[in-house]
């Protein structure tokens, strides 16, 4: 598509629920970014996919986050058992290639999960 | 570690002025880079302007400039003539050396008034 698109756009989950949420990234874009946002905060970085390799997933706040991307296209981010501080934006992003090189990350609208 | 800095919650200017939102960055990388994103009210994340440490001349894109200081690390994201749809969250961003990660400060909300 012509842009990274998210689903859902908004998502309320019962605390303990867990939850799944879908990012399509740019065509042909071999990076793909995973950010959590907080209310007035800045994005923090969650995790990085190279194609289907996680090379990063230094920013996973917890054991109950957990992301993937198989066939090194659509990735999914899954927040096992919910809890209220997992409420916020979740942004996805893709890239050409690696920021090192001077590419530029494009993101999608987010998907906003608030738990109750 | 990496930190990008922004000590301007909020700017205030009006149409057709120019404004400056500040940026300063900490970093051992001699390679990085840095990029500026507007985050409007509606959520999404839309990119401005990048410069690579290695670049000599300030970037320019439209409207936006960056005012690349590496001695003082800084890179300020200069708008020219301010419109209305400027208002929104400013936010500025470095790259990790691995270029696996964009690290991000905490932005600036800018409000433009007619």
């Known amino acids: 598509g012509a842009g990274v698109s998210q689903s859902p756009r908004y998502k309320v989950a019962k605390r303990g629920q867990d939850v799944a949420l879908r990012c399509d990234p740019i065509?042909?874009?071999?990076?793909l970014f995973w950010y959590q946002q907080a209310l007035g905060q800045g994005p923090e970085f969650l995790t990085y996919?190279?194609?289907?390799?996680?090379?990063?997933k230094s920013g996973l706040p917890s054991d109950r986050f957990f992301a993937e991307r198989p066939e090194g296209s659509v990735s999914t981010l899954k927040i096992q058992r919910t809890q209220q501080e997992d409420s916020a934006v979740y942004l996805c992003?893709?890239?050409?290639?690696?920021?090192?090189?001077?590419?530029?990350?494009?993101f999608g609208e987010g998907s906003w999960l608030t738990v109750v | 570690a990496q930190k990008i800095t922004q000590t301007q919650p909020g700017m205030f200017v009006q149409e057709k002025e120019a404004v400056t939102l500040d940026c300063t960055y900490d970093?051992?990388?001699?390679?990085?880079?840095l990029f500026w994103y507007k985050q409007p009210s509606s959520g999404e994340m839309i990119f401005l302007i990048y410069?690579?440490?290695?670049?000599?001349q300030n970037a320019t894109e439209g409207r936006y400039s960056l005012n690349f200081q590496k001695a003082r690390k800084s890179a300020n994201l200069v708008i020219s003539a301010s419109q209305l749809g400027d208002s929104a969250m400013y936010f500025c961003?470095?790259?990790?050396?691995?270029?696996?990660?964009?690290?991000f400060g905490k932005g600036t909300t800018l409000s433009v008034s007619s």
């Open positions: 961003a470095m790259s990790n050396q691995a270029g696996t990660a964009l690290i």
């Open positions: 992003a893709s890239s050409r290639g690696r920021l090192s090189s001077g590419n530029t990350i494009y």
């Open positions: 996919f190279q194609n289907e390799a996680q090379l990063d």
């Open positions: 065509s042909g874009h071999v990076s």
């Open positions: 970093t051992s990388d001699q390679s990085y880079g």
């Open positions: 410069q690579g440490s290695y670049d000599e």
